[in-house]
């Protein structure tokens, strides 16, 4: 069930059975020159709406840009500086929070995000626990990521098949899954160079571009395909699913 | 152009030859017992990125949450603070214009998204001229709005086949294009009660349940179908690329 | 009654009988080669004042400085940002609202501050219904603007003896009242080169000084005179005093 | 020069020959049953008014709320919060100095103000030095404050006539100011009770009404007058203007 | 007792019997040729640890680094913008208070703390204050600062001893402390040109270091030793004790 | 080299021939029922200085409160919201930038401190890339953590001398470090019901404080003494430098 497609009464009923929601938060930066900008936005936002749908869960919009500043000197990334990132999402939350939902998975498409994430959650903790010290009225609010190219059987996938060409950004798996999910806008990786890009660590946007001049790390595109976007969308979703029911059954 | 959906060369391609860009910004509020709670969103959005592809013009992802307090007691109803969409707005906007994205039209889905939207611009000219008075490089940045459902055809249009039932929130206008887009998404509208919502001013959340208890304001939801929603449709994407056009021609 | 000419005991008997205040707003900026920089404020708190007069009704300190920043290459301007307006609305507000005040009615002195100042009233809307949520004591705060240059009365008046000369920045309204309020203060408006200003859209500070020179939209500074201005401070009061009425008036 | 009564061309030539501004500061909050809530604003403001007049300095306009927290559980005080009143003063000063004001005097009303005020001038400080060291601009700002009530003179003069009774709040020393000021606001101080009012620290609000509980601290405002409001005005724009003097002259 | 060396029982065990604590704040900044960067850290830090040792206090962990901008041009020297201490403060006494400290005595070593120092009470006072006007549960917090150096006995020893060149910068008092505190740390002081430094106002830190170019303003360093700091550090303990009870004996 | 205890000359020479520097950061927040309330704050700091001190390196004072809201349940514990945790290592990074330094290690003592140090250096970066969009002057700022406690051949040690009771809060290995510190605060763990604390992942405060009723994860501090910490404290100090040395390395 996706929250936008839902009327205010349909909300209101599935607060009657849960308090649970699927929260997509993405990026929309560079991945490499032949990977689209909306990669990390995308693929959440599919892998949540298709879990969603699976096992009957509300959906919240996604959050379409993230925390990308490292990417910044290729033309099209855009990033939140971390500060508005955690009120971002704390608003996000505290307004679905208003009405009743207490429990937030996450489904998240960018490893840049996680730290500002979880700071937003820490945010959101600090001022409960403030309002609470004060006579408020408490929340139980619990959050939990599931990164969907870092689950167990994802990464399992995408070890067997793309061993460490996969890379760690513009990763052949996550390329699989826009094959998949936009067929018709697979730019072409022919003439790559090299195919197989460098792995590095990076600090700032500039030394970014240094290391990694188009925008790669480690990865070869030319090993993507939907076929493999297509069965790790399915994985992922069924390990998001899972995160899910760990959330909820918490007690 | 969907930003999302090119790599970083093909956006550098794109700044080779215009510095213009459409933001669509909407909401994710209740549209009465029948709307879907995402129209504002996802109607800017879609008059966007099929105006974008119409002229070749490059569409950023969108704001999917505006300012909407005053629907916050409908549940699912989501609200950025005026200053987390100022801040918002305006990473949205230094992140695209250090890339050398200078124009900015902005489709917008919700009325009450405008005030905030003014001020983030007014919030990112302040800086740019503080910067500026300090020695560092200036920036000709200049934004306009599209407010979709008021342009001079749409409202045409509107006034014609709805009259005044086409109301002022939850309108027959973006609920027929609602239906337009999303023929599968129609709740019924059998029952309401009464068929014409009534009209009056508000204040707070508290205020505009009390006199708008469905949360419609003066519109009747039967009147809005699919049909209309895709001649609307038409013409608002018509209306936006003229606003664009006058925004990019301007010296 | 002004505020800041009472005493407590003598604002709390106030409150005993009415919970409503006028609070003047303006701005202190270019008002063309001949206008005051004071213009927008000064205005503001005289039709401010002189409606609490007329009618009994706290008039609170006047915001002497609003948002200008287009103006900010015109020396002697000053604005806040957004973000500090917004601030500053909230306080005077939040502070007054404690004493009991629930009904503000700002009297305006320039359209730059209109977007902010309706983001500044969600912004405490949005506080108050978290503090709501929290199980906070709510507060039934309602906000009106009356632009006392765009009352219905005040444009019929003008447009009648000004006609297009008008213009819409240091206009021939808001001069002749500068010239009724202070009559010493005068600049002459002879060779005024050219005599009506011109008329043009524009961005940001720079530039509204490439297509206003002067600092001017459109206006003829020698048509403003305090005759005029007497006969228009009369009709902005009165309408300022039936916009608070309404105010008051609304369930 | 009020720069409120000046126009654009008028400021700019003031620039030519002088970089000097004074700036009022004061307070809106109780001053006893007697005293009116606008006394440290008007005080300040007319001190720094005539200052200006007498020696041709070029005066801005006045801050009319500052920080008086301690002072909310009267009816009518306001306050701003010191962040917010920082981010004003910073604008205030930002502002200014981008058309060439470089000396800055405050003529402050409230003691409340001084620790926040000179809090805001070092995160001005703060801003210009990190400003510079990106290779920006530098700008040679100096701030400096004048308590109208604290100057030698001025503290000479009421320890003179109103010796201990002139108390350290809802002084007679401002009261009489106020009388002179305004001499047809005055209420009566007949029958207070205590004459004198009682002397002690405080710290939040609701301590400060406690121990205070008419608001005044240590006054007899029976002792008041105009005559001697008369005689303090004079030399507290004596003293306002030589503090300027001293500012203009540092190297 | 310092509150990072006891567990979590024993600080509940001892909020049984006191609510008081003393919070030690310095600053990180240059203190001339000879002076050691953290000389107002580790003095207020030793002091206050002395004091609650004597006299079985509560003490918090220090806040190491203060307000000092005006010395950023003197390598090593390091600053909060004003709005960073406010709010460093407010998350210190808030975390505290939600324990149930209620009287907080800070021990100041920096004299550029002190306005920011009292502006973050202030802002805490605000939230207190907004937060019972709310309904919520209120808090009698209450603040008071020993500024070590300043205390009456310190003062008198160091004017008999060191007479006018102890100077208001890297003063000999100061210096001494440290001499006492950190015996071994001792830089030379031969060679000091002038013995004496100069004593001037300062505005921004390029103008401190243009009129007080080694860092000292007014202090002979060569004064300094650790017979003397050994008798200051028991003065200052002693008269930041009688700080603390005067402070807890306030009704 | 302590910064603290170097004069600004002794810094401005380091400067000459390195642009590293070692930041501690800590917390201040329970331990369970047997540990200090400060030890994620000293031991991180006694590690640096060590560092430090035996490789030359400059040493920052260390930030001793962090980001801790799920220990606030328990008495003394502090933190920081994350919003200013990023505004204070912010600072802490701006002014030593200021002076020259590049290269920030920080040896931290707190897991919960990880997600907002690295948003920290994020929000820098996007401040950093801004400036530099501007036309500021770049700077190639680097950031690395070292978790004393996750280091390699620490984990190696504790696993073989506590094995899982070693637990994952209130640490045998960190309780050890403090044995070994501060020897003489050891706290008796006679008693402790049960000896080994149980595991649970946990959400907000008040979960933490159901799932870890005496404040502990999993460890059973009996296991903990000052030999172990001395063995401990020497690793950790080593694998510091290691990465300390791999930092200022990189190209």
Not at 28 to 42: K, S, Y
Not at 142 to 160: H, I, L, M, P, S
Not at 176 to 186: T, V
Request: hydrophobic share 40%.
């Amino acid at each position: 069930m996706r929250l936008q497609l839902s009327t205010w009464p349909q909300v209101e009923d599935y607060l009657e059975s849960s308090r649970g929601i699927i929260v997509p938060i993405g990026s929309t930066e560079q991945h490499g020159p032949t990977g689209l900008l909306g990669t990390d936005a995308l693929c959440a936002e599919a892998v949540a709406v298709e879990a969603g749908k699976r096992a009957g869960i509300m959906v919240a919009p996604g959050i379409p840009v993230g925390m990308a500043v490292h990417h910044m000197t290729f033309a099209g990334s855009m990033t939140f500086r971390p500060s508005t990132l955690i009120a971002v999402v704390r608003d996000w939350v505290t307004g679905l929070a208003a009405h009743g939902f207490e429990r937030f998975l996450f489904v998240n498409g960018h490893g840049g995000n996680i730290p500002t994430l979880q700071s937003a959650w820490y945010e959101i903790h600090c001022e409960t626990r403030e309002a609470t010290d004060r006579g408020g009225k408490g929340r139980d609010l619990r959050f939990a990521v599931q990164n969907w190219w870092a689950g167990t059987q994802v990464k399992a996938y995408c070890d067997e098949v793309f061993g460490p060409a996969d890379g760690s950004h513009a990763t052949c798996g996550e390329l699989s899954l826009m094959h998949f999910l936009y067929p018709d806008e697979a730019p072409t990786t022919a003439g790559l160079e090299p195919r197989v890009a460098p792995t590095s660590a990076y600090h700032d946007a500039e030394h970014f571009r240094r290391v990694h001049p188009d925008g790669r790390m480690g990865s070869d595109p030319s090993l993507a395909n939907a076929d493999h976007g297509g069965r790790l969308f399915d994985i992922a979703v069924t390990e998001a699913l899972g995160r899910y029911e760990t959330l909820m059954a918490e007690e």
